[in-house]
């Protein structure tokens, strides 16, 4: 099937769209591409990440949700006790509810955002 629109970018919310675009630029090894007030992004040259400023943000929270979770995002790591011991570094947080440890582990970006560090197949 032939869609008739491309990606652009992914736009997440956020209380602080700087601090979130360092901390996964930091993850990522994306560069910051614009970090300005109400609104950043970071990129690798072909994906982009923007991170908007919404007025009384609240995090979503997990596992038990305070607010429905608009998103999360995963990411294949080769190591996951390093991975996560260097996004905890990050800011990062580990939540104590973990489904499958052994094979990927939910923890909470600076926004408190649940995301994944998934065992690469």
């Given amino acids: 099937m032939t869609g008739f629109a491309t990606l652009a970018l992914i736009n997440l919310d956020a209380e602080d769209p700087a601090a979130l675009a360092a901390f996964y630029s930091d993850v990522l090894g994306w560069k910051v591409l614009h970090s300005e007030g109400d609104y950043a992004m970071i ?3 072909t994906t982009s990440i ?3 400023r919404v007025p009384g943000y609240s995090a979503p929270g997990w596992p038990v949700e305070a607010a429905p979770k608009r998103y999360h995002l995963d990411f294949y790591v080769d190591d996951l ?3 996560e011991e260097q996004a905890l570094a990050l800011g990062a947080t580990k939540p104590a509810e973990q489904p499958t440890p052994d094979r990927w582990r939910v923890l909470l970006d600076p926004a408190g955002h649940p995301f994944d560090i998934c065992l690469r197949s």
């Fill in 43 to 45: 990129g690798d040259g």
């Fill in 50 to 52: 923007g991170f908007g």
């Fill in 81 to 83: 006790d390093k991975a």
